[in-house]
């Protein structure tokens, strides 16, 4: 909702860097399958499809999408924001040290222009230096190689008709539906065969006057997503499309594609079965204050709050859910508590594997002007408090495949080496009774890693209270903190990050040994 605003605060901020340079209810769940742990590491091969509320791999294993947006694509530098900064290689690295298993990327209609050039990367020095002279599809296929290679998964978000701005309609004078449903049918084309790709959100955020089961076939959005993405399947009938909700439905609103509501008596029925996922999108009051918010129960209200809205679509098993963005900027208290109830409602991995509700969080990017992202504004630092919110539901990755196997950059690739990493120790608060810290392990050796662990030994009497993307253990003032499940692995120049909470405060930094695998 009064998503305009944040876009052009995105752009806004885009802009001046390039010139710079509620605890879940309980419910009768279905049982979860039998055998989820078993094999769960190998979920996910080849392309997916959908039985009742669950996402299915090829084999028929549950996945769950646990992933993050990376916008840019849909702006008018016609390619992923930070590559200013960054080589889009160790971005991705980062991504999947951090456990994230799918990369939504948002794209505009102007990418299947001639006259399309993207803008604003950087070249010096190597970094994206097999980018160089390509066009913004090209650099998609790039970005879906190395994205698959590395084991994730993509889903491809038609975000805008233009660079210009979000539209509430699926379509506008300059960008009709035929012109929608082509370059939807391009896009299905030029992927089809390459299992990276997992689907397409046909259209992001409809909102008033879009309706769904008004049969209005000009404001009838269920009816556009039918007819899109049927297009789609026509083409490619492997990829799962990704409805969003619309804002009103019977005359109840909520947030822009949030609103689910219609799809207990308007289904979206395609021509090849199992392939739909419903998509919500939900934020805090960094983005726009709703009335819920200001209810005296608060927190405790909110999955009622996600039950009317589209939480119900995954209890009643009518089809897996996918909150395909979420964020705030973690500035208040209120939204500190709504992630901390939206977390538990989309179901820990810990406790019930894959029989969950996917996610993709608002953004990786730290320039989404009332959000903020994963990656703070130096585009490298993870902010590890918000990241560390999503530890519970974070899943495990992919099977590696596609992408470029000659590529020297392949985490894959064979032959000897050294194992080795360097880990540096952060302080990020300290408020005298206690302070919070960050620890950045790098894999400085020539092979990819397998897991790592960081020690070190506080001068001072500090105990851990907390930490998150890392277990620990401490003996007296000694620190040993090893790697997640999502984290172990990194690629060789790659990185992952972990924090923690500690007690007293006043210490300092203490030197860090790392060891590898």
Known sequence: MFRSLRRALCAAAAALLLILAGVQTAHADPAPPADRAAGAAAAGAGYWHTSGRQILDAAGQPVRIAGINWFGFETANYAPHGLWARDYKSMIDQMKSLGYNTIRLPYSDDLFKSGTVPNSIDFSGGKNADLQGLGSLQIMDRIVAYAGQGGLKVVLDRHRPDAAGQSALWYTSAVPESTWIANLKALATRYRGNSTVIGIDPHNEPHDP??????????????????????????????????????????????????????AQYPVQLDVPNRVVYSAHDYATSVAQQSWFSD????????????????????????????????TTLQSTIDQKWLAALVSYLRPTSTYGADSISWTFWSWNPNSGDTGGILKDDWTT????????????KAPGFPGGGGDPGDPGDPGDPGGGTA?????????????????????????????????????????????????????????????????????TLAVGGSASFGFGGAPGGGGAPAVSCTAT
């Open 382 to 393: 993870v902010d590890t408090v918000k990241d560390g919110y999503l530890a519970s539901v």
């Open 296 to 327: 005296p129960t608060f927190p405790a209200n909110m999955p009622g709050i996600w039950d009317k809205y589209w939480g119900y679509i995954f209890k009643q098993n009518i089809a897996p859910v996918w909150v395909g963005e979420f964020g």
């Open 420 to 488: 080795a990493c360097t880990a540096a120790y952060t302080v990020s608060s300290d408020w005298g009774g206690g302070f919070n810290a960050e620890v950045k392990v790098t894999n400085s050796g020539t092979v990819p890693l397998k897991s790592w662990k960081a020690t070190w030994t506080w001068p001072g009497a500090q105990k851990v209270t907390s930490m998150w993307n890392a277990s620990y253990t401490q003996s007296g003032s000694t620190v040993t903190a090893a790697n997640a499940d999502h984290n172990g």
């Open 210 to 263: 879009a309706c769904w089961g008004c049969g209005d076939t000009t404001r009838d959005w269920r009816l556009a997503a039918q007819r899109a993405g049927n297009a789609v399947l026509s083409v490619n009938p492997e990829l799962l499309i990704f409805v969003e909700g619309v804002q009103t439905f019977n005359g109840v609103s909520g947030w822009w594609g949030g609103n689910l509501m219609g799809v």
